[in-house]
């Protein structure tokens, strides 16, 4: 009993009480941390596996779900504008107007050189092409371009382009998406007329990788044997398969 308790049981509640801690704290603990995120982390699993190597896991349990409450008192807080101030770290200016801020870098502990570097990420090749470059609390890197440098948006023209249609999935790997289904009023009937331009039926469902509804109306439809592996050059791939 005392093998299955340490060896089996121990590991699967270590999981399980810091999975489900994890959910209730929320996605932001395991996102773009900032540095109370990044703490708080960290104490929780070392708290948690503690019980793996001294067996006391109804004392590491509680003090988990402590620091799991510590934590959801202080996020709410976060958001409240009596206590921002002290608990949430403003964004710091490393360029405003195309100037270097050195105070900004001093303080954020970057240098000029790194700060060169980031910009290249951001596809900038230098700070003069920049209206405001700002690092958040999570450590992050914003970049606000002049006007001149930004790309051309519609708006420029005084055009007014139609709403974003995000595809909907229907089949994801070989299993039929039935509350996309539902979402459009249609059934699995009206999915086969639909597949049957692309010469599939539902039987065939299994060998479709994926078939999304697109903005007019019809199926595209991703199989698992691509239907281009005979168009020469344009079928290149990195590495030693071809």
């Not at 998406?177 to 639909?194: A, I, S, T």
Request: charged fraction near 20%; charge should be neutral.
């Amino acid at each position: 009993m005392e093998f299955i308790f340490q060896f089996i049981w121990t590991p699967i509640a270590v999981f399980l009480v810091g999975y489900i801690l994890l959910r209730v704290m929320g996605k932001k603990a395991v996102a773009k941390m900032t540095s109370f995120d990044l703490i708080v982390v960290l104490i929780l699993g070392t708290t948690i596996t503690e019980p793996i190597v001294t067996k006391r896991l109804g004392l590491a349990s509680y003090y988990s779900v402590v620091i799991a409450l510590v934590y959801l008192v202080i996020s709410k807080l976060s958001l409240d504008n009596r206590f921002k101030k002290y608990l949430v770290t403003s964004p710091t200016v490393i360029v405003r107007n195309g100037d270097i801020d050195e105070k900004g870098l001093r303080k954020v502990g970057i240098s000029v050189e790194n700060l060169l570097g980031l910009l290249r990420e951001k596809g900038y090749t230098s700070p003069s092409q920049l209206a405001l470059v700002t690092v958040e609390e999570e450590g992050t890197l914003s970049c606000i371009p002049h006007s001149d440098q930004r790309p051309i948006q519609p708006s420029d023209f005084q055009m007014v382009p139609k709403p974003t249609f995000i595809p909907i999935p229907l089949i994801v790997d070989g299993e039929i998406v039935h509350h996309n289904l539902k979402f459009l009023q249609q059934d699995e009937g009206w999915l086969g007329k639909m597949l049957k331009p692309h010469n599939f039926t539902l039987n065939d469902v299994k060998r479709i990788t994926l078939a999304t509804y697109n903005e007019q109306g019809l199926l595209d439809v991703d199989t698992e044997n691509p239907q281009n592996r005979d168009q020469g050059t344009y079928n290149y791939k990195p590495g030693n398969d071809n």
